[in-house]
């Protein structure tokens, strides 16, 4: 699993926003809900690149699991963790889809300095970054972590 140690999830900042409000608020289990099989499914943690207009990773999590299943089943089950407010959000958000993604994390860290995407595309070496998330090595994730001390 050497590069596969962490993954890169591109998160709107809605969502974002949603989860740091309820890791303040005492909640421990989260869960990002994608259409159909959405990476990551392996790896140790993730780290939340907070799309436009921000363009930087905010934070990072200990990644649990990814559970894939049909609409209704994974809502029953994992919905509770998912930022979403009720079940209707949660049906619109995956309108015309009858697979979802739930990846699941715990131990949510927010960055003291969040780390802009022109440092991120330097460290990596790249032009621009995958819009469905990538994953990093261990050493690529503990210097992100440094940085973002």
């Not at 990476?39 to 990814?66: C, H, N, S, T």
């Not at 090595?137 to 210097?143: Q, Y």
């Amino acid at each position: 699993m050497r590069g596969r140690y962490a993954f890169v999830i591109m998160i709107k900042e809605k969502w974002w926003n949603e989860f740091r409000r309820l890791d303040r608020s005492g909640k421990t289990n989260h869960a990002y809900v994608q259409r159909g099989f959405g990476p990551p499914k392996d790896g140790r943690l993730i780290f939340f690149y907070v799309v436009k207009p921000v363009g930087e990773i905010q934070g990072y999590a200990e990644f649990r699991e990814r559970k894939v299943g049909g609409i209704d089943t994974m809502w029953k089950e994992y919905g509770r963790e998912s930022c979403l407010q009720s079940a209707d959000q949660y049906y619109d958000l995956l309108k015309g889809t009858s697979r979802v993604s739930f990846i699941r994390f715990t131990d949510l860290h927010e960055a003291a300095n969040p780390i802009l995407s022109n440092d991120i595309l330097t460290t990596l070496g790249v032009d621009r970054l995958p819009r469905r998330g990538f994953y990093i090595s261990k050493e690529v994730a503990d210097m992100l972590i440094k940085m973002m001390k």
